[in-house]
């Protein structure tokens, strides 16, 4: 299998991003609206890069607007995966199983209304009965 690289994504912006345009964390910090201990800190690997501050950075190096947040969720996946802790505690978890569907017994309600039957010897009207029921004269219309 091979090894993925996991790029740091405080290295990549520093690297990739403030070198090339000669910005000092403040300066970077001061055009996106942020504190420069956030930029800092995510240079140094102590703050995430999180969903408003990679729109920050994607609006103003005119990069996707998930990029940032693409390298910073694609470094915690990895860190994870890594994690030995994380895997023995997934080792213990076993997967859901959904219960078997029994069926209702004999007279038991299983939520659905039953059909009701008419009454002996009756008819139940047909369209046009039906649809003459519901036809207003004008007087009843202006009452409403």
Do not use: C, H
């Not at 910005?23 to 609206?33: D, Y």
């Not at 942020?34 to 140094?44: E, F, K, Q, T």
């Not at 408003?52 to 693409?70: I, N, Q, V």
């Amino acid at each position: 299998m091979a090894k993925s690289v996991t790029l740091l994504p405080g290295k990549v912006l520093k690297e990739k991003f403030m070198e090339p345009y000669q910005l000092k964390s403040t300066a970077l910090a001061k055009e996106i609206g942020v504190y420069p201990a956030i930029i800092s800190n995510v240079l140094n690997n102590k703050q995430r890069i999180t969903i408003p501050l990679g729109l920050r950075l994607a609006k103003f190096f005119k990069t996707t607007e998930k990029y940032w947040t693409d390298l910073q969720f694609n470094y915690d996946y990895e860190q994870a995966v890594k994690d030995s802790a994380l895997k023995a505690a997934l080792k213990g978890i076993r997967a859901a199983v959904k219960p078997k569907k029994e069926a209702a017994p004999a007279g038991k309600k299983t939520g659905k209304a039953a059909p009701q039957k008419k009454a002996p010897g009756k008819k139940s009207p047909g369209k046009k009965a039906r649809a003459a029921k519901t036809v207003k004269t004008e007087s009843e219309k202006k009452e409403f």
